[in-house]
């Protein structure tokens, strides 16, 4: 019935459709699609219901619109969050984040929580705790991560929009496994806050997962912030920017398709990749291939290991002091455990280190764009994985229960196989978290076997505008997918 969650507002506001009525139908649908998906964790219905009873219609952007938060840092005061993590299986959020706290201004109604691997590490979402997300077209093939639950709701057709958040790719990625649109915004775009300002040192950022252009744009305009009291201040982007940029000029486009860690982008990524290369020619813009990298991707990838470990420990030792008794390997998924006993042998100058070679891929990344307005390639090396598709071998789990025996050198080879075959598929992504920049995936293309298959497009810090320019095009080309 409804296009997009601006439409939906839109019925609200003109008194074509209740709250009341949008939220029924969504829960009706979660219950129906849900246990094929298992998608949503947590629910709060009978509150939704009351709230949509209550509902005030104040003109607000999305008012009324049924909206499920991710299971993972996007706090609401009263409500269950488990991170994907069985430590956190009984903890009620004790206050509201400004993100939440934001989304419910604009008239969203809460639903309840999407499923999401433990404390979002992996690409997959199949925490233990709450079992697999299944995707929308296959059972037996994941939706992907972090936010693979989001993904999967929106996929499906629960809900036209879904929050999510991306530390090093959990928008993207799952946005080109499920055909959706997936825009990580700059850094410092959207609220942060209160308490924790630099999730992963700043290379987390919250927003959401869509199906039409409109929502993005219209989302991001209303969430946008300029925080003076984040390390991240952003200047906001200006209304006519992002809704009636107008080129005066040929766009330069740089398409990027070498693997960053030397792997193996799959033919038919590949293949879509160059039709949208083709697809900027035909539209009067100039592509030109890079062939040299001006990252080294597995020492950004290496590095990104170290300081997720480090913040890892940070973590863990605020959970101690709470739990008043140290962390064990039980409290946790072996990932994890990993992931916590890399970071106890990190070093204050490892992460200064780490975090000096980030301010410079910044700086290269930025020397790139003085070249190109925008970089083109995958979202993806391959289409979403088969539910085992990274599993460990005997050898390396037997290692990774003992990683407390090895050195620091040693714990961060473990962390490095450990992710190797996932990070193989999803080698494109992270770099834009470290850089700060914004980037989006777009659902342009598909395999044989009918899967979706994401493009993504890269800019400047600060250019989501000309993101969305490019996007709303395609958009208008019915380019889509799905």
Not at 160 to 188: E, F, Q, Y
Not at 306 to 324: H, N, P, W
Not at 370 to 396: F, G, H, I, R, W
Request: net charge negative; charged share 25%; hydrophobic share 40%.
């Amino acid at each position: 019935m409804f296009r997009d969650a601006t439409s939906m507002a839109q019925a609200v506001r003109d008194k074509q459709v209740s709250p009341l009525e949008l939220v029924l139908e969504t829960i009706e649908k979660a219950e129906r699609l849900n246990p094929r998906l298992n998608a949503i964790v947590s629910t709060r219905y009978e509150e939704a219901i009351e709230e949509a009873k209550k509902f005030q219609v104040n003109n607000q952007p999305f008012a009324g619109v049924p909206l499920f938060l991710k299971d993972l840092g996007q706090e609401k005061k009263g409500t269950p969050c488990t991170y994907g993590s069985r430590l956190f299986k009984d903890y009620i959020c004790h206050e509201t984040s400004h993100f939440v706290k934001r989304l419910e201004e604009l008239g969203f109604v809460i639903l309840g929580r999407t499923n999401t691997p433990e404390f979002g590490y992996k690409m997959v979402s199949d925490a233990q705790l709450h079992g697999p997300v299944r995707h929308f077209l296959d059972e037996t093939v994941n939706a992907g991560g972090s936010s693979g639950g989001a993904a999967a709701i929106v996929a499906a057709g629960i809900s036209p929009m879904s929050a999510a958040s991306d530390g090093g790719g959990s928008i993207r990625v799952p946005a080109s496994h499920n055909g959706l649109i997936g825009l990580k915004p700059t850094r410092g775009r959207v609220p942060v806050g209160p308490g924790s300002y630099r999730g992963w040192n700043g290379a987390t950022v919250q927003f959401a997962l869509t199906k039409t252009v409109r929502d993005t744009r219209n989302l991001l305009w209303h969430l946008q912030t300029c925080q003076l009291e984040s390390p991240f201040p952003l200047p906001l982007l200006q209304e006519e920017n992002l809704f009636s940029l107008k080129l005066n000029r040929p766009l330069k486009v740089g398409m990027l398709l070498k693997h960053p860690i030397g792997g193996k982008v799959s033919s038919e990524v590949e293949q879509v990749v160059r039709q949208m290369a083709k697809k900027f020619e035909v539209d009067g813009h100039e592509v030109s291939e890079i062939v040299e990298d001006p990252i080294n991707g597995i020492e950004l990838q290496k590095g990104f290991y170290l300081i997720s470990g480090a913040e890892t420990v940070v973590m863990f030792q605020k959970m101690e002091k709470q739990l008043q008794r140290p962390m064990t390997r039980f409290d946790m998924e072996l990932m994890t455990w990993v992931m916590y006993q890399s970071g106890l042998m990190v070093t204050g100058a490892d992460y200064a280190r780490v975090a000096g070679d980030w301010d410079r891929y910044a700086e290269a990344m930025m020397q790139l764009h003085d070249t190109y307005d925008v970089l083109l390639l995958p979202t993806v090396a391959n289409t979403a994985p088969k539910q085992d598709a990274y599993s460990l071998d005997a050898d390396l789990i037997e290692k990774m229960e003992h990683i407390h025996e090895l050195s620091h050198e040693e714990r961060q080879e473990i962390v490095w196989k450990m992710f190797e075959s996932s990070v193989e598929d999803t080698p494109f992504t992270q770099r834009m978290n470290i850089t700060g920049q914004t980037a989006i995936s777009l659902p342009v293309g598909h395999s044989q076997e009918g899967m979706p298959v994401g493009v993504q497009l890269v800019a400047a810090k600060g250019r989501e505008d000309l993101l969305l320019m490019i996007a709303e095009q395609w958009e208008q080309d019915e380019l889509w997918k799905f």
